[in-house]
T-cell receptor, first 117, second 112 residues
């Protein structure tokens, strides 16, 4: 019944490493999102995509990039990991339909907890 | 997103109704109220949304006051598995972009 799958539940990386976080959804959703969650700061939007090969910056895109080559897959890339990127990363998807039951009804993955040493 | 105010934490006895309030006094006429929850170590989960009429689904009921300045999420028979952080969200200007702002929410502890 899993609909949004994040490739790794826990990762430990070293400072300066390139990190790939993969997210796949099986609901044929147009929209995909990457958030990070930190204690006391809530969820913050990093990047999002409304279509294949399309991407837009969220509130905190610095230090991150994304790739969406296929509709079902949205990858988050940390080009050179730093300790302040230690966090829980959450991927979500939603349909593109107009109206309140569309884009704002997000389905989240279980999260990827990244530790950068 | 329109500003929402929720209590930081609440307790509820197992089997009883959990009533989670949310204040959104600056809400505009066409802005919806969304509720999500996040169980520990999991991603957030959509629960329900509404505009002005009361709404019910298999997870919960949403009661919105007539002036729409506040709402209450009701879990009719809370179980231990309902222990979670509950988020009340009002996307600004009735935008349907999926770019939601999750605040601090209410931590609901269901006790045996």
């Amino acid at each position: 019944d899993v609909k949004v799958t994040q490739s790794s539940r826990y990762l430990v990386k070293r400072t300066g490493e390139k990190v790939f976080l993969e997210c796949v959804q099986d609901m044929d959703h147009e929209n995909m999102f990457w958030y990070r969650q930190d204690p006391g700061l809530g969820l913050r939007l990093i990047y999002f995509s409304y279509d294949v090969k399309m991407k837009e910056k969220g509130d905190i895109p610095e230090g991150y990039s994304v790739s969406r080559e296929k509709k079902e897959r949205f990858s988050l890339i940390l080009e050179s990991a730093s300790t302040n990127q230690t966090s829980m990363y959450l991927c979500a998807s939603s349909p593109a339909g107009q109206g309140p039951s569309g884009a704002n009804v997000l389905t989240f993955g279980a999260g990827s907890r990244l530790t950068v040493l | 997103d329109a500003k929402t105010t929720q209590p930081t934490s609440m307790d509820c006895a197992e089997g009883r109704a959990a009533n989670l309030p949310c204040n959104h006094s600056t809400i505009s006429g066409n802005e919806y109220v969304y509720w999500y929850r996040q169980i520990h170590s999991q991603g957030p989960q959509y629960i329900i949304h509404g505009l002005k009429n009361n709404e019910t689904n298999e997870m919960a009921s949403l009661i919105i006051t007539e002036d729409r300045k506040s709402s209450t999420l009701i879990l009719p028979h809370a179980t231990l598995r309902d222990t979670a952080v509950y988020y009340c969200i009002v996307p600004l200007g009735s935008s349907n972009t999926g770019k939601l702002i999750f605040g601090q929410g209410t931590t609901l502890q269901v006790k045996p």
